[in-house]
């Protein structure tokens, strides 16, 4: 196989994985701190950190979106074109996902939320789609493992 294609798969791999780590270090880590959450300190915890990784995953999903893109090019003769493609589908359901239903609660933790009950329901809200997320997130990296499993073995 072209050391091209495997690095191409590489960097898909990668992007999978920071997404798969991210995804699962929020259910694992922060999910849980839901409840001492308040008015008072959600915002340090949360908007300055979801406003970066907002921006490095914007780069990094149109990285991948191009990257699964390649392989299914590649791939496209073969049964090889599955993984990517279905990665893909993964990314795309994910990004829409977020800008159509995560980001509107985003924005409204970032414009400060003075209701402890509010902020409840909002977290509730944002955490119950991020579950999705992760889970789309998940199918990314199966996905992308897979492919390098049936590739070189």
């Not at 091209?4 to 991210?22: D, P």
Request: a positive charge; aromatic letters at 14%; hydrophobic letters at 60%.
């Amino acid at each position: 196989m072209a050391w091209w294609k495997i690095l191409n798969a590489s960097v898909l791999l990668l992007c999978a994985s920071m997404y798969l780590g991210t995804g699962w270090s929020l259910v694992l880590f922060q999910f849980p701190s839901r409840a001492r959450l308040t008015t008072g300190n959600y915002y340090e915890q949360f908007v300055p950190p979801v406003q970066r990784a907002t921006r490095f995953f914007t780069w990094m999903t149109i990285l991948m979106m191009a990257t699964a893109i390649v392989l299914i090019v590649v791939d496209h003769h073969s049964a090889y074109l599955v993984a990517p493609s279905v990665l893909l589908v993964a990314v795309i359901a994910a990004t829409v996902l977020t800008l159509k239903f995560i980001v509107p609660w985003n924005k409204r933790m970032e414009e400060g939320i003075k209701d402890n009950v509010e902020l409840q329901h909002v977290l509730g809200n944002w955490m119950r789609l991020n579950w999705v997320r992760v889970l789309l997130w998940t199918v990314e990296w199966v996905a992308i493992a897979t492919w390098f499993a049936l590739r070189l073995r």
